[in-house]
C-alpha cells in the first residue's frame, strides 16, 4: 500500500526524522509548545539514543525513496547514556561519505544536536534542512539496483 | 670524541666579546670539537631585525644556516644567546610562513638543521661528567654564580633546553670543575642586556641587583655564558658602581673559560686578559702558574 | 493482531488544525485496525475508560493512541491499557500535537502528516511483543568507599535508618582531611571537637563495619546485587589483639619516616599510629622504614608489645562483600606545588602548602599549635599567602577554581592574627571567591577586623634574600610591581582528585571529567546519582567543595540509598537488549561499546561464547544493536524490524 | 604618561586593532584574565608607563593609540618571563613584539631613540653584512645627541683591544643587502593588501 505523502501535491516531500528521546524529541516538544511554525514534510521517529541509530535506517529510508533524512540527538557530551552519541557522530560521518557511492546527494541528509530546551534551534534546523532537501526536489531514485544489505559491511 | 660541527661566532663574539669566541674555539679543540666557522657568514639581525618583522630577521639568520646546509652540517653551534635565538627563530617562521621566508632567502633550505648553545654542547653532548675527568686545576672552594640571563632557557617551548625556572645546566658544569655552586636566586632575570647602549639607567639598576644578591651568597665570580650579560656585568662594573655608590670588584668570567682553565689551558689562550675585572687573583689561587700553564697533558 | 486506534481532540488544540475524524477514517484502511474513532480528551477520566471499554467490546490487541507528545502522557496510557488486560507495550502513541498540529496552520498537510503518524505507530505496533518487567531482590547492605566527612556522614545516615554498612578507607584511620584540619570556617569550630565524635559513633555503631587500611580491589554485578572484593593491606600488626596502647611507636628506632598524616613537617617512626583521635585506633607498620624489613634485624615492637600483637609475616588478603548499592566517597588530594619552580616549593624550607600551614595551626601537629616556621623554627612576623596555586591555570593543566582556598586563606590568617597578633598577614589574591551562607562577611572581617593585607594580582616569583624570602608580586589596582620581604609563604594548593580516582571509577564503571572527578548523572538534577544505577556519589570526589556542601552531599546519597532500599524488590524495565543466541557470532563488539558493561560472556554446552545481556543493568541505550554485525542483540521494543516498520510505513 | 581619565568604550574602542594584534602576535588577548603575573615578573614594570598586564587590558579594549604610543611597548626587552609565566599560556612577549612591529607601521612609536640605535644597527649589517659595533655606536650617539655616553668606557675598551677600527665587510655583503631589499619590496606589497 502506498503511503498518504506519496499521494500528496508535489510541493510536500518526505523527509524522515530519528530523534533521541531524551534531548531532540524533547527539543521538537518544546518548539511545538512554543508553537514556532515550521514546514510540514518531517515526519519524526522516536529512538531512545543516537547510538541506537543503524546508518542503515537512513539508507534504506533513501533508497525507499525518503527525499531527505535528519538525525538529532543530545549535544556532544550530554548524552543520556554518556557516550551514544559520539559513536553517533563517527557512523554519521562514514555514512556522509559513503552515500555518494550509491548515488545519493550528500545533502539528502544531516545530523544535528539540538537539546530539549531548543526549541528555536529545532525550528530553524527543521526549516533550513526542508528548504535544502527541497531545493534538491524529490528523490529520484537510484539508478542501479544495489544491495543494500551488502552495504551493511562499509560500516 | 671526534665531532666536526658547525660554528656560528656572531657579531659580539667577533668584537667586544672576542674572548668568548676565543675560549670557545679552545676549548672545543681541547674536548675534540672541531669548530667549522660557517664561511662567510652575516650578522643573525638579532633584536633589531625581530622588531621590524621576524621574518627579515629570519631570513638574515637564514643566510647562514643555508650555507651551513650547503656544507654538509646538521648542527649549528653558537655561543650567543641572541644569536641563538636569531637562528632558531629561523627554522620557527620557516615552518611557520615557507613561502615568504623562501622568496626572502633565495636560497636552498630544508630546514632540518639543530641548532644548540655552546652550554648546550657542553652539557648535553660532553657532559659535566666527561669534563670533571679532565679537570687539572680544581676550582675547590671559590664559589662561583651561575647566571644563565634571560633567554637560554626561555619560553621553554622554544628553548627546549633546561628548566626555565630553575636551570642546572651551568650549575653542574661548575660543579664539575670543582666550584661551589651558592644557590643564585636572579639566575634568569634579565640583565637588560637590550639597552645597554640606549637606556643605561635601566642596565645600571637591574646589574646593580644582580652583582649585590651575587656578593651576598658569597660569590667570588659569575660565570656566564652570554656575551651581553657579560659585557653588562663587567664593562659596565664601574658604572654600576657609580650607580649605587658600591665598591664591586666581582670577576664576570664566561664558563668556556672556568671550564678551560681548569682542564689546563692557558689564561692568555682563553683571553681572560681582555676581562675588565680582571680575575687574575682568583686564577692564581687555583693555579700558581696561571700565567705560564704547561699545556703538554692537553695532547 | 486487533488494533483500535484513538485520534485525540485535545478540545481544539489538536482539532483546529487536523481533521481528527478523516484521520480516524483514514486509520480503518491500515492494516489490523479493526476499530478507531476520536474524541475530546483522550487522556481524562472518560477518555481512558472509552479505550478500556473498546479493548473489551472489539477484543483488541493492540492500541495507538494519536494525541499529544507520548513524553506527556506515555505512562497514562500504559496504565491504562494494562487495566483493561493488555500488557502495557502493546501501545503506541503517536505525536500529532506537539509535531504537528502546534507547528503548522495548514488543516490539510497536518491531517495527511497526522495520518502518517498515525500508520508509522501502527506498522511498529505490529511487531510489538509483550514484555515483562523482572524482580530482582536487593541486598540490603550498602559500600560507602572513602572515609572523609563526606564518607563518614553517608556512613551514619545509612546506619542510621537501620542498614548495614560497609565502609572502606585506605588509610590506617578515618576522618580524611578534615582530620588534620585545625579550625573550620566560617565559624571556627574546632574541626577534631565536630568530627571526631561523627568518628567515634563510626567504630561504635554496630550496623558499621570498618575496612581501615584497605581498598577496592573488584567490583562486579548491579544494583541492588553487587559483589565487591575488598583488599586488606597488611598492616603487620594483628588489629584484633592491638589495643592502641601507643608503647611500640615510643620506642621503635625507626624514626625518620615521612609522617603523612603531618604533610611531611617532621617525622614519625615506622610502626605508627597517626593521631590520638585515630579510629581506629591501631598501629601499622610502615615497611617502606622498618629496620625489620629493610635491614631484617629489629623487631623491638614484637618484644614490647603487651598483647603480642605484632605480625611479620602477615600478607595483603582478600575479602569478598555483598551489597545492594554504593556510594563512593573518595575525596580529593592537593595539587603538587613544586610544579612552579618560581614559588620555591618543595626547595625552600619556607615555603609551604596551605595544608602544612593548617597542621602548624593545629594544638595537636608538629608544633603543638605554635606557628614557627619549618627552617629554623622562629616564629614568623611577616606571612605571605599565595591563592590559587594549581588552579585556574591553564597552562599547569587546572583550569578550575577550587572553591575553597580563597575561603581557607581567610580563615588562616585570622587565626594567625589571633595566635601571633605582631605578625603581618598579607593575601594575594585575583578575585575572592566566598560565596557560602556569611562566607563574605568572613573574608570581609579578615580584612576589616583582623588588618589581613590583601593586594590584588598574581605573585611571579619567590627567592631568599639571608634568612628571609623575597615575594615579587604586583599589585594591579595601582599598576605597579610590589615585594615583600617575608619569614614565611603559603601557597594556597588547589584541589585534584584522589590519587587512584579514575583506576577506582573504572572499576565502578562510573565516567570522570576531564581531570578525573566523578560525573553526577545530571549536573543540576541528579548531583548524587551516577550513570550506573545503585552508585553515588558524595563530598569532593565529585567536584571541590567545603564541609557543609560534602556533609550535605553525603546526607543526600544516604537519602537515595535509603529510597531505594525502600522496596524490596528492583523493577526492571523491560526495554532492554536481548541477545539472539543463534545468530550472535561471538565477536564481542556489543561488549566493547556498551558504556554500562551491562552485557557479559557466556559459555553454551557446546563451549561456544555467546554475549549476554544484564537486563538489571541495560538502561537500554541501543548502542549495541546498533554495533552488532548480525543485529542478534536487538533491543526490544525498540527493534530494527520496528523502526523499519516504520520507515516502510512512510517511503515503502 | 597619558592619563587616561574618562575612556567612553564603544567610541574608543578600534576591534581592527585587537584583530591585528591577534593576527600578528598569533595569541588571544581574550584569555588574560588579568592575573599580573607578567607584570610581577617583568624586570621593566618600573620604567613602563602602563604595566604590562595593563597594556593587555587596553589591547581587549581595542585602545589602539594609548597602546601603540606607550612607553612600556619599546622598553620591553624582550627577556620571555612574562610568556613563560602567564597562567593562560599567552605569549605575551609576543604580544609585545607585535606592538613594535605595528608602531613601527604606524608611525607611532614611542621610544624613538631605541627605533634610532635599531635603524642604525639594521643599516650596518646592510652596508657590512655584518653591524660594526664601532661604527654603530657612534652613529648611534651621534644621532641621539648624545655624544658623550659610555665615553667613560670607550677608552678602557680601546684599551683592551676590543674595539674594531674598520669594518668586517663580508663577501657576500651584496646577498645580504639583497634581503633587506626583498624584504622592504614585500613590506609595500603587504601595505596594500
Ligand atoms: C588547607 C585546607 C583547609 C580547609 N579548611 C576548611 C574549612 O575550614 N572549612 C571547610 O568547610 N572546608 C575546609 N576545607 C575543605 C575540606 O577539607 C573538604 O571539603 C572536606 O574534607 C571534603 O571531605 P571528603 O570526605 O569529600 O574528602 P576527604 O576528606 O579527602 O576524604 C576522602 C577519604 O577517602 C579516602 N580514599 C581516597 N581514595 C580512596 C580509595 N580509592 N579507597 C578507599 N579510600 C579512599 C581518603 O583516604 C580519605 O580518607 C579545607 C581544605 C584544605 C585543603
Ligand atoms: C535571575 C536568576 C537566574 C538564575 N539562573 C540560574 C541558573 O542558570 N542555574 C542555577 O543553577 N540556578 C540559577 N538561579 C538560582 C535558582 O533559581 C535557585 O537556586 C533555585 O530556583 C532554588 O530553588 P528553591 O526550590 O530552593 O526555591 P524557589 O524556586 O524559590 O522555590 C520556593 C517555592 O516555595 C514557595 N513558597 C514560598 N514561601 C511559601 C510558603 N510560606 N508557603 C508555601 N509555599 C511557599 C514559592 O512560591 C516557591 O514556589 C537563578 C536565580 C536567578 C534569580
Ligand atoms: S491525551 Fe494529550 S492531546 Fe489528548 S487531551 Fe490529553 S493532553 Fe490533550
Ligand atoms: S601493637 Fe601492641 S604496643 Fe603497639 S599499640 Fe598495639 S597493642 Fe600497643
Ligand atoms: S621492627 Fe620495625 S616497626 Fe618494629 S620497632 Fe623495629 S623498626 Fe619499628
Ligand atoms: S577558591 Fe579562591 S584561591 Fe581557590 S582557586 Fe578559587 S579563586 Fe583561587
Ligand atoms: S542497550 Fe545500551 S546499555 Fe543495554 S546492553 Fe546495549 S549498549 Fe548496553
Ligand atoms: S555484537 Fe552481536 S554478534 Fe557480536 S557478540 Fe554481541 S550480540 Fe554477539
Ligand atoms: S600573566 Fe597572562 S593572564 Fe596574567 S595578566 Fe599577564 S597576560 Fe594576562
Ligand atoms: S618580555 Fe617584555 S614585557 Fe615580558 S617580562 Fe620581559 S621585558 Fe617585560
Redesign the pocket.
Known sequence: MKSEAASTPEQELRIVGFLCNWCSYGGADTAGICRFKQPTDLRIIRIPCTGRMDPLFAVKALIYGADGVLVSGCHPKDCHYAVGNYYARRRMEVLKRFLPFIGIDTGRFRYSWVSASEGQLWQQVVKEFSEQIHRLGANPGLHEKIDVEASLFLF | MAKRIAYYPGCSCSGMAIEYDQSTRVLCDALGIELVEISDWNCCGSTPAHSYDPLLGAALAGRNLAIAEAQGFDVVMTPCPSCLRGLKNAVKVYEERKQDFLDLLQMPFSGRIRIISVLQLLYEDVGPETIKNRVQYPFTGKAIVPYYGCLLTRPPEFAQFDDPENPVSLDELLRAVGATVPDFAYKTECCGAAYGVTENDIVGKLTGRLLDMARRVGADAVGVACPLCQQNLDLRQSQVNRYWRTKFRMPILYITQVIGYALGIDSERLGTKKLFISPDALLRDICKHFEKVDESHLG | MRIGVFV????T??ANTVDTEAVANKALEYPDVTHATDY?????EP?QQEIQQAIKEHALQGIV?A???PR??EA??RRAVEKAGLNRYMFEQANI?EHCSWISSDIEANTRKAMDLVRMSVEKLRFNQPLFSSYVPINKRVLVIGGGVAGIQAALDCAEGGLDVVMVERESTIGGKMAKLDKTFPTIDCSSCILGPKMVDVAQNDNIHLYAYSEIDSVSGYIGNFKVGIRKKATYVDWDACTGCGLCTEKCPAKKCYDRFNEGLGTTTAINIPFPQAIPKKACIDADYCRYFTKGKCKVCQKLCPTSAIRFEMEDEIVTEEVGAIVVATGYDLFDDSVYGEYGGGHYPDVISAMQYERLLSAAGPTGGHIRRPSDGKAPKDIVWLSCIGSRDASVGRPYCSGICCMYIAKQATMTRDHLPDCNCYVSYMDIRAPGKNYDEFVRRAQEEYGVQYFRGRVGKIYPKGDRLIVQGADTLLGIQIEIEADLVVLATGIEPSDGARGLAEKLRISYDDYGFYMESHPKLRPVETNTAGVYLSGVCQGPKDIPASVGQGSAAAAKVQALFSRDTIETDPQVANVKEIACIGCGKCIDVCPFGAIQWKTLRDGSQKAQVLETVCQGCGLCNATCPPKAIQLQHCTDDQILAEVNALCG | MKRLHLLSLQQTCDKDFIHRVEKESGQQVSKCYQCGNCSASCNYTYVYDYPVNQIMRLIQLGQKDVVLQARSVWLCANCQACSTRCPCNIDVARVMESLRIISVEEGMVSKKKIKLFYDEFLSSVKKHGRVFETGLIAAYNIKALKPFTDADLGARVLKKGKLELHPHNIKGRKDVAEIFNRFEAYSKNRDID
Open positions: 485525540c481532540r485535545c478540545g488544540n489538536i475530546m480528551y483522550t487522556c481524562s477518555g493512541v494525541a499529544c507528545s506527556m502522557h497514562t496510557f500535537r
